[in-house]
């Protein structure tokens, strides 16, 4: 896939980088192709599709009439909000005046690489904006190899390996970001897999950004550890952060949020945020605020609602994995979100045959020759150069396969949302069939010789 340059004989060496994310790019892809009459099954985008719950709806609607800007750090009623319901989730006592609100957890991401001193190790593969963020931060990316084989953990000695190479290249790593559960890979970490990683940044002084915008969207209790939770947050370098784009489905409304320790290191990046914060973007929007406070409610209506959703994600994207795998391909389970990261590499032959040699060859041939839109592991930070081009990695998300346009999403949404969890229900989703259906024929197509 071709990427457009931001060209200009004025920008600064680090704007010249940048590029348009991959994910705007997709659904461009996706629209043309659909414009010339084509079929796309969109798996390219991962913006979650429920109805707003209607009392969360209901209150951005009561407050449009606030126009003042609202503190930097957010609304008191919010802070206090996400305070309580990040308290219950966490077994901790979190104080609101811990909690900092921003338009989208995004620029919060942004502002901490920008403010927080040294490299980064990150997972491969990361969410697509990672990369660009710290490059455009000036940082060095040093990368920690995961595998489908291995349920795309982190591991001690790949740990380690990220960090003897980025301190024999010169580099400084002093952050490391997750995200759990993971945007491309669905996969979530267990108690075991914090342990190591919280001891490993610890002992490394390393501050550990903890992305946690799909942790109510968890299959399992096994699966939903943090490195935040419990007395423990108040005396590390850790930063949570979180939003209501995604178990909410209200990404265009933008509030995220991000919750610091108690603790010195809390106090001083919390403040050089804010007075980021203050010069950007200086407060989230009223409306979504007032939302958004009823959104992180405790209350049973709430609860409800985000039960629905989990319920629903589960079963959409482990079908799309049982299929993936009835497919031939390599995938592990998705724990959380709405992801699957499947390995064409068992095709590897075929593939070449058809001159395909990585991840965004891939990705083309599957769009335009058989209708399926996904994302390129190459998006995510994989070496398509490298071996087996990238592994011929793709990220699909589920988050598309519910409603065909807003109309339908607000005709049927409530009802499909009261079907999740009724155990005996007959709801159909006849978009994830057809995505399975495509995604079958590309694999039949993939059988035959070119
Ligand atoms: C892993 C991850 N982190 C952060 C975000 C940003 O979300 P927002 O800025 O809407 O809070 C996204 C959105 O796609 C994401 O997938």
């Not at 979190?94 to 919060?108: F, T």
């Not at 490059?135 to 380690?160: C, M, N, P, Y």
């Not at 009223?286 to 939302?291: D, G, L």
């Not at 389970?333 to 891939?362: D, M, T």
Request: neutral net charge.
């Amino acid at each position: 896939m071709e990427s457009k340059e931001i060209d200009s004989g004025v920008l600064t060496a680090l704007a010249k980088q940048m590029r348009l994310s991959a994910t705007l790019e997709i659904n461009e892809l996706v629209q043309q192709r659909t414009a010339k009459g084509y079929k796309v099954v969109h798996l390219g985008f991962g913006e979650a599709t429920f109805p707003i719950q209607k009392d969360v709806a209901a209150a951005h609607r009561e407050a449009s009439n606030i126009t003042s800007y609202l503190p930097v750090a957010g609304m008191a009623e919010l802070r206090q909000a996400i305070a309580k319901f990040q308290s219950r989730r966490l077994k901790n006592n979190i104080q609101p005046s811990q909690v900092v609100v921003a338009p989208g957890s995004k620029p919060l991401l942004f502002a901490l690489f920008d403010l927080l001193q040294g490299d980064v190790l990150l997972p491969r593969p990361s969410w697509v904006s990672y990369e660009p963020q710290i490059t455009h931060a000036g940082k060095k990316i040093f990368w920690v190899e995961t595998d489908e084989e291995d349920r795309h953990t982190i591991t001690e000695s790949s740990l380690q390996s990220a960090f003897s190479r980025a301190v024999e290249q010169g580099g400084n790593p002093r952050i490391m970001l997750i995200n759990s559960p993971s945007n491309p890979t669905g996969q979530a970490f267990n108690t075991s897999d914090i342990e190591i990683i919280s001891t490993f940044c610890k002992s490394h002084d390393i501050t550990l950004i903890s992305d946690e915008i799909y942790s109510d969207i968890s299959f399992s209790e096994e699966t939903s550890a943090t490195p935040c939770s419990g007395s423990q947050f108040n005396v590390g370098q850790k930063i949570l952060t979180g939003g209501l784009s995604k178990t909410y489905s209200a990404g265009g409304w933008r509030v995220g949020y991000a919750i610091f320790p108690a603790n010195d290191f809390g106090e001083r990046v919390q403040s050089a945020v804010l007075a980021y914060a203050s010069e950007c973007w200086s407060t989230a929007s009223a409306p979504a605020q007032k939302a958004a406070a009823v959104a992180f409610d405790t209350s049973p209506e709430m609860d409800l609602y985000r039960s629905q959703v989990v319920l629903l994600h589960k079963r959409c994207t482990l079908a799309l994995y049982h299929a993936l795998r009835q497919c031939g391909l390599a995938v592990s389970e998705p724990k959380g979100a709405f992801y699957v990261y499947p390995s064409f590499h068992p095709y590897s032959k075929q593939l070449k045959a058809r001159g395909i040699r990585n991840s965004q060859e891939l990705s083309r041939w599957l769009i335009e020759e058989c209708g399926v839109a996904a994302l390129p592991g190459s998006a995510f930070g994989e070496d398509d150069a490298g071996p087996i081009g990238g592994r011929y990695r793709l990220r699909m998300a589920t988050s598309y396969l519910y409603f065909r346009d807003q109309s339908e999403r607000y005709q049927d949404g409530y009802r499909i949302l009261d079907l999740a969890l009724d155990a005996n229900n007959n709801l159909k989703l006849p978009l994830l069939d057809e995505a399975i259906q495509a995604i079958q024929n590309a694999a039949a197509k993939l059988r035959l010789a070119p």
